[in-house]
Structure formats: C-alpha cells, structure tokens
C-alpha cells in the first residue's frame, strides 16, 4: 500500500519529529510504500495548511492509497464534525486513513470505516447539539438582562440622509460608500418611512 504520512503541530515549540519518528517505524513494519511526508505547523495566527492543501490535491490525484496520521485530530483543527466529513470525502475518493495512536480508527477496511463514521458522525451531531444549547442560553441570558441583540437600528439621521441621496438618483452602491454603511441597510432604509 502506497501512503502519505501528514504529521501537523500548533506551536513552533512543539517538535514533529515526536510525531514522525513513530509514524515511519510504523510504516516500516507494516511494510507501506511512503509517497511523501507532509508537514504543517499551523499556529493559532497560522491557519494556512499549505502541506495538507497540497496533500489533498495528491489524494484527488490518486497518489497514494492512504494518509497515516498520529491522531484524527491532526487532521482537521475544526472539531468532530468536519473531521467526520474529511473521512468521508476522502473515502468517497478512494482514500484511507490510519491513525497510529488510534488503531481502532483505521478506516483500510469497510466494515469498521462504516462503524466508525457512523459513532463519529453521532458523537459530532451530539457535540453540535451541545454548541447550540450554550449558545441559546447565553442569548437567553442577554435577553432576560434586558440586553438587545442584534446591530442597532439605524439612526434618524442616517436615514435622513440616506432618503436626500436616493431622492437625488444616487445609487445605493454609492451611498453606502458615502455614509459609511452597508448596501444591504440603503435597501431596507429604502423601503421605510423615516422617523
């Protein structure tokens, strides 16, 4: 089996070579073809993924057969769901993945990949689900302080100036420019009568 190894750390003080040392003597016994080794170091001001972008384009090219990983989580900075949706796609391509620290999460055959999609894809529906209760009771909590949410309306006096300016012609493009505001909000001041 032909492989890609794609090893990622966040911090430049961390080291890959903790990842990619055990990633090749894996490789080595289980007697893989190594493609290419690709390597990120994607900080919280880095996000930019050059070696997996390029890896993805090769995994579409069919350069490989599958990707080895230290963990699923070095895969996709973007929580379960997403990381779900990788193995997914990169199933739907012909692509496996193996995840050294996670041997039960070996997706090489079909039996356990169906399994395993189908708990992770639970597991990242009910992570979801959690995210959205927090954040319906954090707005509920702003509620109930008597907080507004939502942009502020606008002023009187944007209105104002904005209904001169289209009585004038001139086009919403130019007067969101001009005062500063979204074309979106000239079309809904448009529509209104203001105060």
Request: hydrophobic share 40%.
């Amino acid at each position: 089996m032909k492989i890609a190894i794609y090893v990622r750390v966040s911090t430049e003080k961390q080291e890959l070579e903790n990842q990619l040392s055990p990633l090749l003597e894996f490789s080595a016994k289980r007697g893989f073809e190594i493609f290419k080794t690709y390597k990120d170091i994607a900080t919280g001001k880095n996000t930019e993924r050059e070696s997996f972008n390029e890896m993805m384009r090769e995994a579409h090219q069919r350069k490989f057969d599958a990707i080895v990983v230290w963990a699923l989580d070095r895969l996709s900075r973007e929580g379960l769901s997403k990381t779900v949706n990788l193995i997914e796609h990169l199933g739907k391509i012909g692509i496996d993945v193996i995840s050294y620290s996670e041997p039960y999460l070996d997706t090489t055959n079909e039996l356990a990949r169906n399994i395993l999609l189908a708990v992770i894809s639970t597991l990242a529906k009910a992570e979801r689900e959690k995210i959205s209760e927090r954040t319906k009771a954090g707005l509920e909590r702003i509620r109930k302080q008597g907080k507004k949410l939502g942009r502020p309306a606008a002023n009187a006096d944007i209105c104002l100036k904005t209904m001169a300016l289209i009585n004038k012609g001139v086009s919403f493009r130019d007067i969101a420019q001009k005062l500063n505001i979204s074309h979106g909000l000239v079309g809904k001041l448009a529509k209104k009568q203001c105060p």
